[in-house]
């Protein structure tokens, strides 16, 4: 009986495998460096080998850099940014607790998705679409309802917005809340300060500024958000997330450390290379080289007579711009002439922003002068000589 | 003011990067061709690329053959085994279900705290350690409990069980129960036929048999578990798992492909060549030389005068092998000096077994004659003359 086969092997796996390269220019993910591909590609270690921990030390001091916090629970989650927000929300809320979510962007339905099912109540804070939320419309919202957490989007993808954070840490404490905020795509291009804003739990993810691979999402904790996972009544429900089990595994707890999951190793290398370049460069000089390459490409796309969602420049984020696309414009044969005729992506429109713009992403190696150049010469192409769909 | 860093660069991440080769022959991982780990160094792909998408059903593909399935729903979490593990739970079970989970290895204490963690009841199914689940016991224990799933390790690591699988399905349907199989350490290297023997959702991890680095967990969902997840009254409890939204993404229901979390692309590059590996030898040959290896590898231990945990040929899983350590023996020596003297990695006990047996792994491209003599010599010599702790 062993030997037979009820489902014939697939002919599909005899072709080869093919993977193109691209120029990565939307939202990301970014392009990876070969430092960092390569190191992706070395010898596989055990999960519990000292070498692989001796790794996971040195993305846990990296991260620390690049978030600039001394928090003592600061780790890579394996899983995607999708996984380090459910995993925010999920070792902070307990059936009953209300959360205050930003509602200005995509990330407003995703968040308070996964808030309610940690059986949460959830409350909007509205902003318009393209602005962030202010401190004083935040403080309304935290006053009347005194939720367990207010959860802002530091760099939102959909709008190409940055919210301040700048004194939003201080007024949640005021009210006895916690400040929980994403940074997947803005972690190492714009200014963060997670001890000095006091923030308290922030997470990121491994594809965007960092140029990794996708499949790791950086967190960290601070006491006070330990403190509070610490008087939970239950536990938090999904083990894969519960920072007292990771933190365990990561040695982040005068503990031994213990067994939690086999860890994406690979992952593991790639990203330690990635905080390595920022830690070469500087973490300031990028922020610095980001706003750069954000004015330049803003300044360009103003000659060629295009406006973006996000009015007020001091709002706009600088890894991923969102242009609005002009009325007669098709934005579907833009996307598609980029990637066609140029191997270039440039992104479409994401929740409410879907049709009303094109998103140009400039994160990490991606962010140089070079490529914005080359990024708006696509656009341009793309907008005055769109492919027709039946060419392609 | 963004011209200033509160924390420092660090300093280790100025040091190069240090991943030794070792010789993966414990519990797993195991070690991965160049092949695989050069298909997971090719360049960067959006999440929604036409082109990840073929990778993606290439997957499908190669895990159905794997799986030996029918099922629609076949695809790969971007988690962890224990991701896989706990999405199978929390997919089916809802506050107030009674799960049956059996007991006789480390992987109980797992399971049953995950479902607790969805609000079930878990009781035990007991079987001696070293020995299988009877279909008898398990019967009983569902006849009486009527649960909404029975949770069956097909290979458990920990000593060394291969879990009988045929008949258990028609079983638990006979009493309107679900079949749910751990497969992680098994899949590719032990017979297994997800439609034949009426497996419900059955899940593995990348990086055993499949020698692929560790990341992903391939699950499928039989038609009948798909049934239970629509007839839920709740939403799957966590966002990164819910079967219906993943689903979507991978192109599994008669619906467009839906943005559900960035997917860790690299890794998918690697598990679609380690599928593709399979497919050229063929999924019984590959049953058939692991079980060849196993056999090589049990004789040679019973010529060294060592005895098995699991004591009835027919209960031991081919891939991973329980060895008693004799009483004058100390079991750290032993694991110590394979790695320190020969870079090789014989595990420890887990859970029930530590400090009983050390485990011996023959997965994937180390299920070769050489490969078992090569562990069987680094086990004598690990045996005969350990390293003293201080040598080290």
């Known amino acids: 009986m ?16 093919r993977v193109p390269h691209k120029s990565l220019m939307g939202a990301g993910p970014s392009n990876a460096p070969p430092r960092v591909m390569h190191a992706g590609s070395l010898p596989l270690l055990g999960h519990m080998y000292p070498e692989t921990f001796q790794v996971m030390d040195d993305i846990k001091d990296g991260l620390r850099y690049v978030f600039q916090t001394k928090n003592p629970v600061t780790l890579c989650l394996s899983c995607a940014g999708h996984g380090g927000m459910e995993a925010a929300l999920a070792n902070i809320l307990e059936p009953g607790d209300t959360a205050v979510i930003c509602k200005n962007s995509f ?8 808030a309610e099912r940690q059986g949460a109540r959830v409350v909007a804070a509205e902003a318009p679409l393209g602005q962030p939320l202010s401190l004083e419309a935040a403080e309304e919202a935290v006053a009347k309802h005194r939720p367990r957490l207010l959860f802002l989007v530091h760099g939102d993808t959909s709008a190409g917005v940055q919210q301040p954070l700048e004194g939003f840490g201080a007024m949640c404490h005021k009210y006895g809340t916690l400040l929980v905020v994403d940074t997947v795509a803005s972690l190492g291009g714009a200014p963060l300060y997670t001890d000095r804003w ?3 739990v922030v997470y990121s993810g491994s594809q965007k500024v960092f140029n990794a691979p996708p499949g790791l999402s950086p967190i960290t904790f601070s006491p006070r958000a330990m403190k509070r996972v610490l008087s939970r009544k239950q536990p938090c429900s999904v083990y894969f997330y519960d920072i007292l089990k990771v933190g365990e595994y990561w040695g982040c707890f005068d503990k031994p450390r213990s ?3 086999t860890c994406p190793v690979t992952l593991f290398y790639a990203l330690r290379e990635a905080l390595a370049l920022v830690a070469e460069e500087g973490l300031t000089a990028s922020w610095r080289r980001h706003q750069l390459a954000a004015q330049r490409l803003h300044d360009g796309l103003e000659r060629l007579g295009l406006r973006l969602l996000v009015e007020k420049p001091e709002h706009r984020l600088a890894t991923v711009t969102a242009v609005l696309v002009p009325d007669n414009v098709d934005w579907t044969a833009v996307t598609r002439t980029a990637m066609a005729r140029h191997g270039t992506e440039i992104s479409g429109g994401l929740g409410p922003t879907l049709g009303k713009v094109v998103r ?3 994160m990490g190696v991606n962010a140089t002068p070079r490529f914005v150049d080359r990024v708006l010469g ?8 769109p492919m027709p769909k039946s060419s392609l």
Chains 1, 2 share one sequence.
Do not use: K, Q
């Not at 990330?107 to 996964?114: G, I, K, V």
């Not at 696509?378 to 000589?385: F, H, P, Q, S, T």
């Open 360 to 362: 140009v992403g400039l």
């Open 259 to 261: 067994y939690h999951h």
């Open 2 to 17: 062993a030997d037979t086969e009820d489902v014939c092997a697939p002919a599909s796996l005899a072709e080869p495998l």
């Open 107 to 114: 990330w407003f339905d995703r968040a308070s998705y996964m």
């Open 198 to 200: 006091e923030l308290d």
């Open 378 to 385: 696509v656009l341009e192409d793309a907008i005055r000589n």
